[in-house]
Nanobody, 114 residues
Framework: QVQLVESGGGLVQPGGSLRLSCAASRSIFSIVAMGWYRQAPGKQRELVAHITRGGSTNYADSVKGRFTISRDNAKNTLYLQMNSLKPEDTAVYYC????????WGQGTQVTVSS
């Protein structure tokens, strides 16, 4: 079982940026597709972005043009660069395989507020 640990969240003002990281316990990013997901209070978890084995990326309409998913296979790390953050981006962010496995880590909290 691969362990995934998210980090990089925090409190940021609207319009600010954050970069989230997802460290894997072993090399998998070149083997499976990966995704970033988020869950806001009172809402269902949703897919934010995913990256295929070949490196193709896809984004939810709500984040397109503002978020960028990437990976560093050598470091076994997945990233989510988030720019022009909005209050509605406030959520706990998770990484997981795409499609997800149903098992979730702790996630990292992102709060966008002035």
């Amino acid at each position: 079982q691969v362990q995934l640990v998210e980090s990089g969240g925090g409190l940021v003002q609207p319009g600010g940026s954050l970069r989230l990281s997802c460290a894997a316990s072993r090399s998998i990013f070149s083997i499976v597709a990966m995704g970033w997901y988020r869950q806001a209070p009172g809402k269902q978890r949703e897919l934010v972005a995913h990256i295929t084995r070949g490196g193709s990326t896809n984004y939810a309409d709500s984040v397109k043009g503002r978020f960028t998913i990437s990976r560093d296979n050598a470091k076994n790390t997945l990233y989510l660069q988030m720019n022009s953050l909005k209050p509605e981006d406030t959520a706990v962010y998770y990484c997981n395989r795409y499609p997800d496995t149903g098992y979730w880590g702790q996630g990292t909290q992102v709060t966008v507020s002035s």
